[in-house]
């Protein structure tokens, strides 16, 4: 689960109103310029402008491809068996009024009654069922749910009913149960393989789903995009809410810089985005998650990723070493203005520390100290033999490390400035290097790098989605989301498929498990954690009130793909307008 939030240089097209709307009539944008024009004539006081999440044109509406669909695609339009909120570690039954296991290797759920589809017709088991079926496409990115044990799913009644062939996968499940997308079976049996699975269905007259949301305009747009709240939203009824804007209008992110000054004149009413600098205009206009620092919810975990496939990177005890030299409290303050928290060791977010196993952390965990740092190269055998101020390999060949982020992710950018310098304080030489997004991905996906900052993995309901991004076996030539460390370890591996196959009911179980993991990854250290990235979020109070706050109203303040479906929607339904 992944939300667009890094920092880009420059003045954007899509953040400056005026700029956007006189770049789109200067290029004849067509229906991108009437989309523009529908977004500036709707009511301001019924209107939510929002903006972090969409770097490119309006072009997908396909829920499946969850990492370039339009924002609020799904949650707002499609969505899902259940809910979760991850503040109180819950499940919220959503499509689905309840759901159990029946014995070990059953699932039943069973369907809400009275769900309609926003072309009237009524939303089924059926309907799941076909959902369900269609991940069976080998190149359907949820594919692992079949692949992996998943062997029938039947429709009777209002039950929908899983069958696995062996012990589940339980924490991957449950994930997925917040995760996939329905879709209507009427609409989208016209549809082949291909297309189901990342084709355009961009036919706005088949967007049918049983969310809060209709299109509006800006289909194809590359600078807004609208939603217009729909009549007999099933949960108005069955639940008692409410979403409060009847229009919300996505805007393209360009640039934070630009984010910042609209926000701060009113023109934006929530940024999703990394805004350097937000943490001196809160006050009572402009408000975060927290009063005062960290001002934002904890996201996603920012590592450090070594390519263990390149010496001195190889060596735990060089990696160790490493972490210890690098100062995450200087980048908190000094590039983040303290709107983030250094991580802990072990990587877990803060909603997981009932999972942390804190006499592991204190025997095998690491902390900023270049004495430390400096005793660890001495003992592994890297010394400074030419009295350059930098170690050597042991075979006395230098050692100068590239460390690589996305050339305009400011942030970033700056951190690892911040890395590089402290390192150089344990003699260990390291340069920065920004390549741009493309390349970068190829070259850590391949193994082309030394050292390299990711962050792909979200808040979920299982710390095991964490261990999985660390551990994964096996070692693809190309590794497109996970492990991009190139780690070997089988037993951390079999450990972390123990943990998937443990079912969130069995805490205990679940601990023993996620402490050998946390001893395995400390004592190796495969993956360095740094920071928590925030859950970027700040808002303008002059148009709507009751936004999230960790003072009562404790939701999820983020449009951004798979936090809709957690609490995001939650954050529609309590807003009010501020007049009111």
């Known amino acids: 689960m992944t939300g667009s939030r890094k920092t880009r240089t420059g003045i954007g097209l899509g953040l400056v109103f005026a700029i956007a709307f006189a770049v789109a009539a200067s290029l004849g944008a067509g229906g991108a310029g009437a989309a523009q024009e529908k977004a500036l004539a709707l009511p301001r006081s019924q209107t939510l402008y929002t903006t972090g999440t969409n770097w490119g044109p309006y072009n997908n509406l396909n829920p499946f491809m969850n990492w370039t669909y339009v924002t609020g695609t799904v949650g707002l339009v499609y969505e899902t068996l259940f809910r979760y909120d991850p503040l109180k570690d819950k499940f919220i039954p959503w499509l689905a009024s309840s759901g159990k296991w029946s014995g070990k290797n059953t699932y039943v759920a069973t369907m809400r009654s009275g769900v309609t589809w926003s072309d009237g017709k009524p939303f089924t088991a059926a309907d799941v069922k076909f959902t369900i079926d269609k991940l069976k496409i080998p190149a359907h990115p949820q594919h692992t749910l079949w692949s992996t044990g998943l062997k029938s799913v039947t429709a009777s009644g209002n039950k929908v009913t899983f069958s696995f062939g062996a012990r589940p996968n339980y924490q991957e499940f449950d994930n997925y149960l917040f995760n996939i997308p329905i879709v209507p079976q009427h609409i989208w049996k016209s549809y082949n393989n291909n297309t189901i699975v990342s084709g355009n269905v961009n036919d706005v007259k088949k967007l049918v789903g049983t969310g809060p949301y209709t299109y509006h305009s800006g289909i194809n747009s590359q600078q807004t995009f609208t939603w217009q709240k729909r009549d007999g939203w099933w949960a108005t009824k069955a639940l008692g809410m409410d979403v409060k804007p009847r229009y919300i209008v996505d805007i393209f992110n360009g640039s934070n810089a630009a984010s910042l000054a609209n926000l701060l004149a009113g023109k934006i009413d929530i940024s999703n985005n990394f805004v350097p600098g937000i943490n001196k205009q809160v006050g009572s206009k402009i408000q975060t998650y927290y009063k005062g620092k960290p001002y934002m919810l904890p996201g996603n975990t920012a590592w450090l990723f070594p390519n263990t496939t390149r010496k001195p990177l190889d060596d735990k005890a060089f990696r160790k070493a490493l972490a210890h030299s690098i100062n995450v409290d200087r980048i908190v303050t000094a590039d983040y203005g303290n709107i983030v928290t250094k991580a802990n060791p072990t990587g877990l977010l803060p909603i997981w520390n009932k999972y942390i196993n804190q006499s592991v952390v204190k025997k095998h965990g690491f902390s900023y100290n270049l004495n430390r740092a400096k005793t660890m190269l001495r003992a592994a055998g890297y010394r400074d033999s030419d009295g350059d101020g930098f170690v050597e390999n042991k075979d006395g060949s230098d050692i100068n490390l590239s460390i690589i982020v996305p050339n305009g992710w400011s942030d970033w950018m700056t951190a690892i400035q911040i890395i590089a310098d402290s390192a150089k304080g344990a003699g260990i030489k390291i340069t920065p290097s920004y ?146």
């Open 435 to 580: 390549p741009d997004y493309n390349t970068l991905v190829d070259d850590r996906g391949n193994g082309r790098y030394d050292l390299v900052i990711a962050n792909d993995r979200q808040v979920s309901n299982t710390p095991w989605t964490y261990y999985d991004y660390i551990f994964r076996l096996p070692i693809l030539k190309n590794q497109t989301t996970v492990n991009y460390q190139r780690y070997s370890n089988p037993t951390a591996w079999k450990l972390t498929q123990a943990l998937d196959k443990t079912p969130a009911s069995n805490q205990k179980a679940m601990k023993t498990t996620l402490s050998r993991l946390q001893q395995i990854f400390l004592q190796d250290l495969p993956a360095i954690p740094l920071w928590y990235n925030g859950v970027w979020a700040q808002w303008n109070t002059s148009q709507w009130n009751g936004w999230p706050s960790s003072q009562g109203n404790q939701v999820l303040p983020a449009m951004w793909r798979n936090y809709l479906q957690m609490t995001g929607i939650e954050m529609l339904t309590r807003l009010k307008p501020a007049a009111s």
